[in-house]
């Protein structure tokens, strides 16, 4: 019984002040979303202390959640206490244990579809839209934090303890899927889990949001290859078999990987075939002097992503994976191959290549709306 005084009395110490609490918990779920919508983008290993802050700050939330209720629970267990704020709070409850549900759920390794959503897309679903009801709730209540909320040392010990509980509740629940070889223990450090055997069958097929074409006619494909090269050019299916290979894993952002042998032509050699990336001043639809900078893969369907023009050249446009050609679901007749890109960024039904000169901001707009009618 004194231990439990005394774990007590440690848990009481640490709780911030009330307001400090509210505060924290938007701070923390804003900071969520943050790292969570980054992590996207992130595909190679030295990556993994974002995954890892990302972890920690969920566990930050169930405490600084259970501090919350733990202080508002009669509120909503009295309906005799219930005001027209209420259902939001509600509501941004409900979206806050499905977010930390289907989270714990996903590292653990449960692996279930809900339609065509893995239960990740689930979590991320939960977790953008309790960014917005955790802003509205703390509207209907809103109190500026006060000097005294966030006293500095001490502060800084709670919230140090808080991220390094987090860190050490990650490590451990590693370990537990590691002794009971749960689907979770193959995990990549992006959180993804693996993706078993060769060709189209091998991996889920999966778009970005609403992309979802007609299958392409082959023999109508073009691929146009133009912006700052010395000869635009139009190029067949065919003249894209140049057998070039190369074993590349793909990490999906719906939560699987997979790695394959995927075939095709180099973007390096695509560029040959318009003559070249042209020197400035050179490239005959260029209005100015433009320095050739980046890569711009376009989808049929309006989708595109730009890479570097170093790192584009040593990529594919692949028309076989697994020894087999591509099926449409998987971009067939042609679709990017980036190592160490996220599978968001590996365009599919690819018919522009287009050399350019600075960075595409617009690109994030479109996967944003591209399939949309």
Known sequence: ???TDRLRTALDRLEPPPRAVDWSLFAFVVAE????LVSFTVGVPKGWPLFWLHRALGVGIVALLAWKLARVRRRLTDPGLWRRSTALSVLTLVAAVGALATGVAWVFGLDVRLSYWTLLSVHVGFGLALVPLVAAHASTRFRLPRRVDFERRRTAVRYFTLLAAGGATYRLQQGVNDVLDTAGADRRFT???PREGTGNAAFPITSWVADDPDPIDRDDYRLRVDGLVRD?????????????ETEALLDCTSGWYTVQEWDGIRVGDLLDAAGGVAAPGDAPEA????????????????????????EAADALLATRVGGERLSHGHGAPARLVAPDRRGFQWVKWVTRVEVCSEYDFGQWVVTLVSGFD
């Not at 635009?232 to 140049?242: C, E, N, R, S, W």
């Not at 100015?288 to 369907?301: G, N, Q």
Request: hydrophobic share 40%; charged share 15%; no cysteine.
């Open 287 to 310: 209005d100015s002097d433009p320095e050739p900078a980046y890569v711009r893969f376009t989808s049929v369907t309006g989708y595109r992503w730009s890479l570097p023009l170093e």
């Open 232 to 244: 635009p050019v139009d190029l067949t299916a065919g003249d894209l078999a140049a057998g070039h």
């Open 1 to 3: 019984m004194a231990a």
């Open 33 to 36: 979303a943050v790292t969570g």
């Open 191 to 193: 959180g993804s889990q």
